[in-house]
């Protein structure tokens, strides 16, 4: 295990041994953030490669894993899970410049756990962290479109419903600025009037937020990178648990984006 916390690191770090042999032996790597090793059920990887080595971020405490306080790895799984575990704070850019400069160039991928991307609070700075994890080819894969929902408008100091598709798109969209460092969510709009957005409101919806982060890619990110938008399953690297909700979220029709190092 490695602790970001204090920036210390040990001469000869497990997590780092890890890689090396699964990198000498053809593997992939990936890294998870807001995962914990006992989670390891949850994930697959198809068309990727079957069997990664999986490296979890979290800023859990290892000894404070559910799993470990209930007694149900063994000793030779926690031993082995430790090897696995980076704890820190994916929000912070501190924790995240001491990431890359000891894993720098490791990971094929970067995913993450389905139900974390309501707490990012990423900037181009966080992602240039994150860019220079990858490995050329490497991607990023993250949800970036959680609950920014806007049921009503407020004019003159006063609550109205909205009444029209055109006020709706309007209210989304009016603080995407590329100038600002940080990355804004994909709004998700629910509207209090008796009809849905129109197919045509919705499409011009995912235009704009498409043109806001190809634009904000390039004011913040260099070209070795690419950074889009993508409308698929929302979490592609997470499997069905049986649990409804959960199941829901993981498999519903969403945007998510994806950053690939380029060179």
Same mark, same amino acid.
């Given at each position: 295990m490695i602790i970001l916390g204090m920036h210390v690191? #040990?001469?000869?770090?497990?997590?780092?041994? /890890?890689?090396? /042999? !699964?990198? !000498?032996?053809g593997k992939r790597i990936?890294?998870?953030?807001? #995962? %914990? @090793?006992?989670?390891?059920?949850n994930l697959k990887f @198809?068309?990727?490669?079957?069997?990664?080595?999986?490296?979890?971020?979290?800023?859990?405490? +290892?000894?404070?894993?559910? &799993?470990?306080? !209930?007694?149900?790895?063994?000793? =030779? %799984?926690?031993?082995?899970?430790?090897k696995q575990f980076i704890q820190g704070d994916f929000n912070s850019l501190s924790d995240l410049s001491a990431i890359q400069l000891r894993f720098g160039a490791c990971f094929d991928l970067i995913t993450l756990d389905f139900s974390v991307s309501k707490f990012?609070?990423?900037?181009? /700075?966080?992602l240039q962290c994150f860019l220079g994890m990858l490995t050329i080819g490497g991607a990023m894969v993250f949800d970036y479109s959680p609950s920014c929902i806007v049921l009503t408008l407020k004019k003159?100091?006063?609550? /109205? @419903?909205?009444a029209s598709d055109e006020e709706a798109v309007n209210l989304c969209?009016?603080?995407?600025?590329?100038?600002?460092?940080?990355? =804004?969510?994909?709004?998700c709009v629910k509207v209090r009037w008796s009809h849905a957005l129109s197919s045509e409101s919705a499409q011009l919806l995912r235009d704009i937020y498409t043109q806001y982060i190809e634009g904000w890619k390039? %004011? &913040?990110? @260099?070209?070795?990178c690419e950074l889009h938008v993508i409308e698929?399953?929302? +979490?592609?690297?997470?499997? #069905?648990t049986g649990h409804t909700d959960r199941d829901r979220w993981i498999t519903e029709l969403r945007h998510y984006l994806v950053m690939r190092r380029l060179s």
């Open positions: 690191f #040990a001469a000869e770090d497990p997590v780092v041994e /890890q890689i090396i /042999q !699964s990198q !000498s032996a990936v890294l998870v953030l807001g #995962a %914990t @090793p006992p989670e390891s059920g @198809p068309g990727f490669d079957q069997n990664p080595l999986i490296i979890y971020l979290s800023d859990i405490h +290892f000894r404070d894993i559910e &799993h470990l306080k !209930s007694a149900e790895a063994s000793p =030779e %799984t926690t031993s082995d899970w430790e990012m609070d990423f900037t181009g /700075q966080h003159d100091g006063v609550i /109205q @419903p909205i969209f009016e603080w995407l600025d590329v100038a600002q460092e940080r990355l =804004e969510y994909k709004p390039t %004011t &913040h990110m @260099p070209d070795t698929d399953s929302v +979490f592609p690297y997470w499997q #069905a």
